[in-house]
């Protein structure tokens, strides 16, 4: 990959690159748990992201995208948000003038093989490459932990979706064979081995992002926040729903809305799922590990409402797989990937045979994908 972007950024401009690599991720458990304070368990992946940068000294940004064979250019004083992958780009560069970085004008190639769309976060990965890479070019000295909260911001302001801090830091963070256990409220975060003996995560990607998936996020975190209030009125000691018990949300969000309460309640749940499934994977139980994933589906797609039928479908084809010891929808939702613990010998079968009845069933192609950990975010 690196002398391909290579030879794309001679053909498009002018100068000797750096070039930087940034994984996408996978999260084992702990879904929609992160912008509530909450933890997650996620891993950096063998699929990345890819940008070459040089400096060019006229104020101008060039950019090309490899995938998508585009080129725009504009001044750094002309930032603005814009449609598809320029604004993830656009987004950090805004975030390091706002913060009064001193960059200068660049030119950029983005290349990749992070799916997009599938769910394991290419715009994070596309984010975070950007200012690691910014960084290093202009030598700004910022943290690992501040790139990751610029890319965030990025994301907030340039494609509008609220996201929280965990597909940034999987990617910035990441260790080969390790899952991070991040603390959401905290920032702290530990390595555990990924020890899965006789089996492997498999990713199924359903192939569809339905249109719902960034508006409905942000309705999801109003629903939070909203309970939050609730409780808070009550309890002035709470903050976020890591602070939320199930018995609070029964007194103090139950009466007042049943939505509401459902949304709070799976989190709820979740978080304290979070730390029950730590145990299982320090102990080797993936059996039980595996049932902890069905029932984070079932509250994804029933009570938080962020699952969809070809999901839905994924997870409940491989419930009477005795290969398979568990499986939930990964990510966001409305689409995208669903994670599965899956042992050695069946992958082959089973993917063949899962592809299979998805066409029939839904009339779409199914791709499957071995997750293989990473390193996070490095120069190369
Ligand atoms: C998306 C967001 C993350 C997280 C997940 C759900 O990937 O970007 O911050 O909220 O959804 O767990």
Redesign the pocket.
């Known amino acids: 990959m690196i002398q391909e972007i290579k030879k794309h950024f001679k053909t498009h401009f002018e100068g000797e690159p750096l070039v930087v690599r940034s994984p996408g991720r996978v999260?084992i458990i702990g879904?929609?748990?992160?912008?509530n304070e909450g933890f997650?368990l996620p891993a950096a992946v063998d699929k990345a992201v890819w940008v070459a940068v040089a400096k060019r000294n006229d104020g101008q940004i060039g950019l090309f995208s490899v995938s998508y064979q585009e080129k725009m250019e504009l001044a750094l004083t002309d930032i603005q948000p814009s449609k598809n992958w320029p604004t993830y780009v656009l987004g950090v560069v805004d975030q390091l003038l706002k913060r009064g970085y001193a960059i200068g004008g660049f030119n950029l190639v983005l290349d990749g093989d992070v799916p997009i769309g599938a769910?394991l976060?290419s715009s994070?990965a596309v984010e975070c490459a950007v200012v690691f890479a910014l960084n290093e070019l202009f030598g700004l000295g910022i943290s690992k932990l501040e790139m990751v909260q610029i890319a965030q911001k990025a994301e907030h302001t340039y494609s509008g979706?609220l996201?929280?801090?965990?597909?940034m830091f999987a990617s910035m963070f990441g260790k080969k064979d390790q899952v991070i256990r991040l603390d959401c409220r905290s920032l702290d975060y530990a390595y555990e081995p990924l020890q899965l003996d006789g089996y492997k995560l498999v990713l199924f990607n359903t192939n569809v992002k339905h249109s719902l998936a960034s508006s409905a996020?942000n309705t999801r975190r109003q629903e939070c926040e909203q309970g939050v209030a609730w409780v808070k009125a009550a309890c002035p000691e709470v903050n976020s729903l890591r602070d939320v018990s199930a018995a609070m949300l029964d007194t103090h969000v139950a009466p007042k809305d049943a939505l509401v309460y459902k949304r709070c309640r799976y989190v709820v749940d979740e978080i304290s799922r979070l730390q029950a499934a730590c145990n299982d994977l320090e102990q080797g139980d993936l059996t039980a590990l595996g049932q902890k994933l069905y029932q984070t589906h079932q509250g994804l797609s029933s009570a938080y409402e962020v699952s969809c039928k070809e999901l839905d479908f994924l997870v409940e084809a491989v419930k009477s797989e005795s290969g398979v010891l568990g499986a939930r929808m990964m990510?966001?939702g409305f689409g995208g990937c669903t994670i599965n613990i899956v042992q050695d010998q069946a992958i082959a079968n089973l993917s063949e045979r899962l592809a299979e009845s998805y066409r029939k069933q839904m009339g779409l192609d199914l791709s499957a994908y071995i997750v293989t950990t990473s390193n996070g975010t490095a120069l190369i």
């Open positions: 999260n879904e929609h748990t992160d912008y997650v769910g976060s994070a979706v996201c929280g801090i965990m597909d996020y990510g966001g």
